[in-house]
């Protein structure tokens, strides 16, 4: 199929509509068999689930464009059991998991004049979502919920590409202990729109949240889970049951050990460990791994030695191998690509 006539290399992370999207519906404790549909508004009655109590979760995943020309994902099997789990904690039905990698190849197959070309720099944004459709007053899970996929051209979540982040430390809480921080539910976002909306506001890119229950280790972003190199040149990414389980972060650790031999650790990071490592940086679907330079609490700064200009060395190596396997140049391990077409 011809590609559409985008400015591939200027995208940024917006919505652009397509023509083609998928729907299934749940009712009757069924789904149906779920279709492509054209059409990309929702009705629904004013009491839905979704409007009332916040009923929704996504998921968010990318189509990459190969340097042999082929159209693939990356280990759509991990989204399809994060939306699983998400699904359960808010008492939703799941949506199967080998459907759900089915409906991602539907929905990229009937958009491919959308999927970015290779070098371009841009890729293809696959939101998968899923609501309560029913109308509910009391408060209780709906009954019928949809499932839809949409697809979006992208180009990098943060403005300036590969420049080093400013973060502050977030005032405000994103999530609660034992709540719901480690599922991708559209709860978790509004929490962070004032806090984002007001670090924007301050000139910062982003804001860093510590552990609600003690303000002392650090969590991660509204958006991006964080990984940080030691001056020994270790990986260390923080740990806790209220981050959301990051697929890329949890790529870049298999990537470090087994591709770059680095040393690992999972673990409760403290925040004032940060001034001991030499590189930091958000990692995520959107973010793939995007730099942080600076860090702000309060007014006091801590200044990675890698600096405000460009990428620290260890976090280039670990971005070149991930989007390496991404793009098809570098092997990949077993399972981790699908090719669509
Ligand atoms: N943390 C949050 C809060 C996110 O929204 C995301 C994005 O999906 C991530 C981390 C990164 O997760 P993943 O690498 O699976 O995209
Ligand atoms: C993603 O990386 O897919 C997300 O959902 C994060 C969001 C901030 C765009």
């Given at each position: 199929m011809e590609k559409k006539q985008l400015d591939w290399a200027n995208l940024g992370f917006g919505y652009m509509q397509t023509e083609k999207r998928y729907v299934s519906n749940y009712k009757n404790g069924a789904w149906d068999e779920g279709a492509i549909t054209e059409d990309a508004n929702i009705v629904l009655n004013e009491c839905a689930g979704v409007f009332q109590y916040a009923q929704t979760i996504f998921e968010g995943l990318k189509a990459y464009t190969t340097e042999d020309g082929r159209i693939v994902t990356f280990r759509p099997d991990l989204n399809a059991s994060r939306l699983a789990d998400s699904a359960r904690r808010l008492e939703m039905p799941v949506f199967p998991e080998d459907r759900f990698i089915d409906a991602i190849e539907q929905v990229v197959?009937?958009?491919?004049?959308?999927?970015?070309?290779?070098?371009?720099?841009?890729?293809?944004?696959?939101?998968?979502?899923?609501?309560?459709?029913?109308?509910?007053?009391?408060?209780?899970?709906?009954?019928?919920?949809?499932?839809?996929?949409?697809?979006?051209?992208?180009?990098?979540?943060?403005?300036?590409?590969?420049?080093?982040?400013?973060?502050?430390?977030?005032?405000?809480?994103?999530?609660?202990?034992?709540?719901?921080?480690?599922?991708?539910?559209?709860?978790?976002?509004?929490?962070?729109?004032?806090?984002?909306?007001?670090?924007?506001?301050?000139?910062?890119?982003?804001?860093?949240?510590?552990?609600?229950?003690?303000?002392?280790?650090?969590?991660?972003?509204?958006?991006?889970?964080?990984?940080?190199?030691?001056?020994?040149?270790?990986?260390?990414?923080?740990?806790?049951?209220?981050?959301?389980?990051?697929?890329?972060?949890?790529?870049?650790?298999?990537?470090?050990?087994?591709?770059?031999?680095?040393?690992?650790?999972?673990?409760?990071?403290?925040?004032?460990?940060?001034?001991?490592?030499?590189?930091?940086?958000?990692?995520?679907?959107?973010?793939?791994i995007s730099p942080v330079g600076k860090i702000v609490r309060q007014g006091e700064e801590i200044c990675f030695p890698s600096g405000m200009d460009e990428m620290g060395a260890t976090t280039k190596k670990l971005y070149d191998t991930l989007t390496g396997i991404q793009m098809g140049h570098i092997e990949a391990p077993e399972g981790w690509i699908r090719t669509i077409c």
């Open positions: 197959k009937a958009n491919t004049e959308y999927v970015p070309p290779y070098g371009s720099g841009a890729t293809l944004y696959i939101r998968p979502y899923m609501m309560g459709t029913n109308p509910v007053i009391g408060v209780k899970p709906a009954d019928e919920y949809q499932f839809r996929v949409f697809v979006t051209p992208v180009g990098p979540y943060f403005k300036g590409g590969a420049k080093p982040l400013t973060i502050r430390v977030s005032d405000f809480d994103r999530a609660a202990p034992h709540g719901t921080g480690h599922i991708k539910a559209g709860l978790n976002y509004a929490m962070s729109l004032h806090a984002i909306v007001s670090a924007h506001r301050d000139g910062f890119d982003e804001n860093m949240y510590l552990d609600p229950q003690s303000r002392t280790k650090v969590e991660e972003t509204g958006g991006a889970n964080f990984i940080f190199v030691t001056k020994d040149h270790k990986l260390v990414t923080p740990k806790s049951d209220s981050i959301l389980p990051s697929i890329t972060r949890r790529s870049i650790m298999y990537v470090a050990e087994r591709y770059l031999k680095m040393e690992v650790e999972h673990r409760e990071v403290y925040f004032d460990e940060l001034k001991d490592f030499e590189e930091a940086g958000l990692c995520g679907t959107a973010a793939v």
